[in-house]
């Protein structure tokens, strides 16, 4: 049996050509077609961006548990404390311990009798108010191995609606030792944040 054998004139492969392409380009704009190399990791990197400006931020959600009695967790590793910063929100007052690179200390919160008293040479630390919040770091420093301080200001006036004031009480084997002294002993909750690595104690209005 023999078959026929259809040769198409050169305007009609031109049209079926042009057919073609534009059947392609439908194609990609209704997505059937995977995108070029590098535009799903060019999306992936900004999400990622997305996730560190929400990490850097000092905003963390109110999700953590209150409480006004003990909170404490252990550390291993030596943390040198770079910089303390302090906020007034709606609902807390806040203090941010930052240790650059690294790593976070153990720490032990609590509430602590009057007299409070510098580490090592067991002085009076007069503060006001008429509640004291201790935060112990350790292992910490909040000096360089020469003996330089990493904290240039070690006592502050807050004058906050709650916080009036904070006092660095101990740099000394190891430990550090701020208080926060308060107007009364309102709850409080400490988050754990990351790049940078910082310990936050907010303290209720």
């Not at 054998?5 to 042009?18: D, V």
């Not at 929100?89 to 790593?103: L, Q, S």
């Not at 006001?128 to 070690?154: C, F, M, N, V, Y």
Request: glycine residues 6%; charged residues 25%.
């Amino acid at each position: 049996m023999l078959y026929a054998r259809h040769h198409l004139s050169p305007t009609a492969l031109l049209m079926l050509m042009a057919l073609c392409a534009c059947s392609r380009d439908e194609g990609e704009r209704l997505g059937d077609t995977p995108p070029p190399d590098g535009v799903a990791a060019e999306s992936t990197s900004a999400n990622t961006n997305n996730v560190s400006a929400l990490n850097n931020s000092d905003n963390a959600p109110d999700t953590a548990g209150w409480t006004a009695g003990l909170t404490a967790k252990p550390g291993s590793e030596m943390a040198t404390l770079t910089e303390v910063r302090t906020a007034s929100h709606a609902e807390y007052e806040r203090i941010v311990f930052a240790f650059g690179d690294g790593p976070l200390p153990g720490f032990k919160v609590e509430y602590i009798d009057r007299p409070v008293r510098a580490c090592g040479s067991g002085d009076v630390v007069e503060l006001p108010g008429d509640a004291w919040l201790s935060i112990r770091l350790e292992p910490a420093q909040a000096h360089t191995e020469e003996g330089k301080p990493t904290i240039a200001e070690r006592s502050r006036v807050l004058n906050y609606e709650n916080l009036k004031a904070l006092r660095m009480i101990c740099d000394f084997e190891g430990q550090v030792e701020w208080v926060a002294a308060a107007s009364s002993p309102q709850s409080y909750r400490t988050l754990e944040l990351k790049q940078p690595l910082r310990l936050v104690v907010d303290v209720r209005k």
